[in-house]
C-alpha cells in the first residue's frame, strides 16, 4: 500500500497544502521552523487519528482556531482510498474513510501501517519502561490487526482492579470480590505476555542485522522483559493472589505486564545507560528498520516518517542509513538541506520544499 496524495488545512502552521508523493524516498527540506516537523506528523495524523508528537492534540490546530484537517489518499492493488482526519476545538475530531465514519475492517485495509522517528523517539531507549511498552503493543496492532484487543481488554480489567483495590483498602468493599478480576486479569494479562513475547521474537533477529547494518560496532540485541513468569492465565491469576494483601495495603496492582520492560542492548550492556547519544540513535532506527521488516514480510509494508534522523551520527553513519533508507519503500526524511543525505537525490530521491507552512514545490507524483 502506498500514500499518494496529501492535502491539509490549519494544520500547526500549515495553512494549505497539496502534496503529491513518491513512491520511494522523499527529502523533504527547508530552513528550521519552516514546518517540515509539523507536516510529517499531519500525514501520520492523517494515518492514524492522533498525534505522534503531543498527548494534547488542541495543540495541532493553526493559530487561527482551525479546525485542522488532513486528507490522505492511498492506493492498495490499484483501488484508491481517502482518510480524513478533522479536528475542531469545539466539536472534537471526525475520522471518514471515504467519506463514511471510519470503523470495521474496511478502514484497517485503507490504512497502511505507519513508522515514525522524531527526536523525542529516544525516549524508547532513555525513557520509563511505559514508552517501550506502548510502542510494543502498537506494533503488536500492526502485526495482527484481531489482537489489537488484548492490551484493551487488560487495560480495562486493571482499572477495574485498581478500583475495587481502593475501596477494599477504605473498607467499602470485600476482597473476596477481586477473585473475579483476579480471573480476568490473568486471562487477559497471559494473553498480552503471549503477544508481546512472539512479536519480540520476529524482531530480534531483524534487529540485530539492523544495528550491523547501521553501523554499531559490537553486538546488539533486543529483549522481552515480563514482570512475571507465569506461563499460562491460571499461574498469573495465582501471582495475582499472592499479591492480593501487597496490593490492598497500596491501592494498587502491584504485578503483571503492565509492568514489563523491552531491554535493549549493545555488547550485553542496556542501552538505556551506557550508549552514546549516537548509538541510542541508530538503535532506535534499527528498531523502526525492524519493524518495516516484519511487516513487509506480511504484505504490510509501512510508510516510514523520518525527522531530523542524520544528527549525531558521523559521515560513515550517515551513509549507511541513507543506503538502508533507499532500500526501505515509500519513505519521507526531513532534512534542512538534500546535501545532509549523501548521494540520496543522485540515486533518485525527490525533493520536497517547505517554507513557513508553505509547500512550494512537489515530487513525482506516485504510480497507482
Excluded at 497544502?17 to 516537523?37: F, H, Q, R, W, Y
Excluded at 488542541?58 to 482510498?81: K, M, Q, S, Y
Excluded at 485498581?162 to 477481586?178: M, Y
Aim: proline letters at 5%.
Amino acid at each position: 500500500m502506498l500514500v499518494a496524495h496529501v492535502g491539509l488545512r490549519d494544520f500547526r502552521n500549515c495553512g494549505r497544502g497539496e502534496i503529491e508523493l513518491s513512491d520511494g524516498l522523499t527529502i523533504v527540506c527547508g530552513p528550521n521552523g519552516a514546518g517540515k516537523t509539523n507536516l510529517l506528523e499531519a500525514i501520520y495524523f492523517g494515518l492514524t487519528a492522533r498525534s505522534c508528537r503531543t498527548s494534547n492534540e488542541r495543540e495541532v490546530v493553526g493559530h487561527g482556531g482551525g479546525p485542522a484537517r488532513v486528507a490522505v489518499t492511498t492506493i492498495r492493488d490499484g483501488e484508491r482510498h481517502v482518510l480524513e482526519t478533522a479536528l475542531d476545538l469545539n466539536e472534537g475530531k471526525r475520522v471518514r474513510v471515504d467519506g463514511s465514519p471510519a470503523g470495521g475492517p474496511a478502514s484497517l485495509d485503507a490504512r497502511p501501517p505507519v513508522c515514525v522517528f522524531i527526536p523525542d523517539r529516544l525516549e524508547l531507549v532513555k525513557g520509563a519502561p511505559a514508552h517501550r511498552r506502548a510502542h510494543l503493543d502498537r506494533f503488536v496492532a500492526a502485526v495482527w490487526p484481531s489482537r489489537a484487543g488484548t492490551r484493551v481488554a487488560y487495560g480495562r480489567a486493571l482499572g477495574q482492579r485498581n478500583a475495587l483495590l481502593a475501596r477494599v483498602r477504605s473498607g467499602g468493599a470485600s476482597a473476596a470480590q477481586l477473585d473475579a478480576w483476579d480471573d480476568q486479569l490473568g486471562r487477559s494479562g497471559a494473553a498480552l505476555m503471549e503477544d508481546r513475547s512472539e512479536a519480540v521474537e520476529q524482531l530480534a533477529p531483524c534487529f540485530a542485522a539492523r544495528t550491523t547494518e547501521l553501523g554499531l560496532p559490537l553486538r546488539a540485541a533486543i529483549r522481552y522483559r515480563p514482570r512475571s513468569r507465569a506461563q499460562d492465565a491460571l499461574a498469573l491469576t495465582a501471582e495475582l493472589a499472592e499479591r492480593r494483601s501487597q496490593d490492598i495495603e497500596r491501592g494498587f496492582t502491584t504485578h503483571g505486564p503492565h509492568r514489563d520492560d523491552l531491554v535493549l542492548t549493545h555488547d550485553d550492556r542496556a542501552l538505556r545507560s551506557f550508549g552514546s547519544q549516537g548509538q541510542q540513535r541508530l538503535s532506535v532506527l534499527a528498531l523502526l528498520f525492524a519493524e518495516r521488516d516484519v511487516l513487509a514480510e506480511r504484505g504490510r509494508e509501512p510508510l516510514m516518517l523520518l525527522d531530523d534522523v542524520m544528527s549525531e551520527l558521523d559521515a560513515s553513519r550517515r551513509a549507511r542509513l541513507v543506503q538502508a533508507i533507499l532500500a526501505s519503500g515509500q519513505t519521507l526524511v526531513t532534512a534542512a538541506d538534500p546535501e545532509h543525505l549523501p548521494g540520496a537525490a543522485a540515486a533518485g530521491a525527490a525533493i520536497l520544499n517547505v517554507e513557513a507552512g508553505e509547500v512550494r514545490a512537489a515530487p513525482r507524483a506516485v504510480a497507482a
